[in-house]
């Protein structure tokens, strides 16, 4: 699984993003709160790792139901509903940005080198495999000083550098004014 950086870094660009492109004037996406409600559910799918550090066995617990499509789909609806009624919110809004930061968060411990992911548990047990690695992930069984965690901070940084130079190329095109000859 990658680093919680890494998985807080995509909190970070999602919230920037949609703070960015928010037409609703007086906008939730103006308070601090927001981003920490974001990066909640970006991190959600690793609290089975918890139970994991805790009892010394981190694959009895680890990357099981809470990496599962339904479990996003579950929680991001509990979220939804809970900023509707006592938040008076938006549902759509907080059930969508929920969902995809619990989804980025499985998109990328599936991009993971490791033992899979349970994609659609409960229907399935079945461990679900990339076809190619993008993230090298943490080794959990190696020492808090091994090199192995050095390996993946400059994987991380560097998977972090290319999209924003393609989020900056992307951004930059667009925002070229065609010039009037």
């Not at 007086?26 to 981003?35: G, K």
């Not at 981190?58 to 499509?69: C, D, G, L």
């Not at 399935?124 to 192995?148: D, E, H, M, N, Q």
């Not at 901070?153 to 004014?177: D, G, H, Q, Y």
Request: charged fraction near 15%; glycine fraction near 4%.
């Amino acid at each position: 699984m990658p680093s919680p950086l890494a998985h807080s870094a995509a909190a970070f660009g999602i919230y920037k993003v949609f703070r960015r492109y928010d037409s609703s004037g007086r906008s939730l996406f103006r308070i601090p709160l927001f981003f920490f409600w974001l990066l909640f559910f970006s991190l959600l799918p690793d609290i089975d790792a918890v139970l994991g550090v805790l009892s010394g066995n981190m694959y009895a617990y680890h990357n099981q139901a809470s990496n599962s499509v339904f479990t996003a789909l579950a929680a991001s609806l509990f979220a939804g509903f809970i900023a509707f009624f006592f938040f008076k919110k938006k549902f759509q809004k907080w059930f969508f940005l929920c969902l995809l930061c619990y989804l980025m968060h499985i998109a990328m411990d599936f991009f993971t080198y490791g033992r899979g992911l349970m994609l659609f548990w409960p229907l399935t047990s079945r461990r679900f495999f990339p076809p190619f690695i993008i993230f090298y992930g943490l080794r959990w069984s190696k020492s808090v000083t091994s090199v192995a965690h050095l390996y993946t901070l400059l994987n991380e940084t560097a998977v972090i550098l290319f999209v924003s130079m393609i989020w900056a190329l992307i951004r930059f095109i667009r925002l070229r004014k065609p010039s009037s000859a």
